[in-house]
């Protein structure tokens, strides 16, 4: 399998670069796989989908304000992305300009917050603690929004039943449901159960070798209560639906099928060929070429379906990514 099996042309006005105002407003593509079928829907529809006894799995991750910005000694202007937290107030990070100094100090907020050096991705802060760190952050938003960090993407960038800190980016197939959807869904006799993921950096990385098999995923922690667990067993059991909201939820629960492990590291990679054990529908975004993300879609629908309803997508002028549209494969 090769990398440009996973590759497709997207016009850039199709990234989308802000959220809707109504989360559930967003498009709903709903790719039926034993069929082939498409239906375009409004995501506030989904509910007509599932019925009594099904079962949502969402990721309760809530993304960190993990991007900060200081200044050096000479004035000259740092951005820093905290990742993970190693020990007391040291964190790796990522941080612009690369040509930083070993040992130099980074100014925050006038100088109440300041940090050092260590090396070329780790970092220590001096401060009180912990949350005037975080205090000082904005929303990590992805690469591909060309703009600044708003107030808005405080709300916007995180799901309304994210409850577990620790996510450097939003498992953004849940970013559509409002409060009153998932109520909704409730009502109908669907069940709903949460487990953890953060969302790691790496997410957004694009494979970089031609033989995609070769390619490494970088480690997530996740975790998964019992009753979770539980929940997912007694739907099987009864021959009911399990729905994967997300792709970091769906490869939770793969990476429990596959070792009985309900916490640690993840770095489970999902491409074609892979045989699904845990999950029966997916609900996703869209996802960039040439990424793990877009590969686990194409190993769930079927490469060939996956590229024509993105296709699809492109041609009905679906948006894209984070604070994209949806797709539902049942």
């Known amino acids: 399998m090769k990398l440009s099996d996973f590759d497709y042309d997207l016009p850039k006005e199709l990234i989308a670069q802000y959220p809707l105002k109504e989360r559930d407003n967003a498009r709903l593509l709903v790719l ?8 375009h829907r409004v995501f506030k529809d989904i509910a007509d989908y599932f019925k009594a006894g099904d079962l949502f799995v969402l990721n309760d991750t809530k993304v960190l304000p993990s991007r900060l910005k200081g200044f050096r000694a000479s004035g000259g202007k740092v951005e820093v992305l905290l990742l993970n937290r ?19 100090k980074i100014i925050f907020d006038g ?8 090396s070329k991705n780790e970092i220590t802060f001096a401060a009180p603690d912990i949350e005037s760190i975080y205090k000082l952050g904005a929303m990590p938003l992805p690469p591909y929004i060309k703009r600044e960090v708003e107030e808005s993407d405080n709300i916007y960038y ?26 909704k869904i409730n009502q109908q006799g669907v069940n709903f159960s949460y487990l953890t993921l953060h969302v790691g950096h790496g997410t957004f990385k694009p494979v970089k070798i031609d033989d995609i098999t070769r390619h ?8 998964i209560p019992e009753s979770t667990i539980n929940a997912v067993e007694e739907t099987k059991a009864k021959d009911k639906r399990v729905i994967g909201v997300g792709t970091t939820t769906l490869r ?43 590969m686990l879609v194409c190993a769930f629908a079927g490469i060939e379906l996956a590229r024509y309803a993105y296709r699809e997508a492109i041609d009905k002028k679906y948006r894209f990514y984070s604070y994209g549209d949806a797709m539902l494969i049942v």
């Open 86 to 104: 190693k020990e007391g107030l040291t964190f790796t990070a990522l941080m612009k300009p690369g040509r930083l100094k070993i040992n130099e």
């Open 216 to 223: 490494k995923m970088e480690p997530e922690y996740f975790q």
């Open 158 to 183: 995180q799901t309304v039943y994210a409850s577990k800190e620790g996510a450097v980016a939003s498992p953004t197939a849940g970013l559509h449901f409002t409060q009153a959807l998932l109520e």
């Open 32 to 39: 039926k796989r034993q069929s082939g079928s498409i239906e």
């Open 252 to 294: 939770t629960l793969e990476s429990y099928a596959a070792t009985g492990s309900k916490a640690g590291q993840t770095d489970l990679f999902i491409y074609p060929g892979y045989k699904f054990k845990a999950v029966d529908s997916l609900l996703t975004n869209f996802h960039l070429p040439r990424t793990t993300l877009f």
């Open 111 to 118: 100088g109440s917050v300041s940090a050092t050096i260590d």
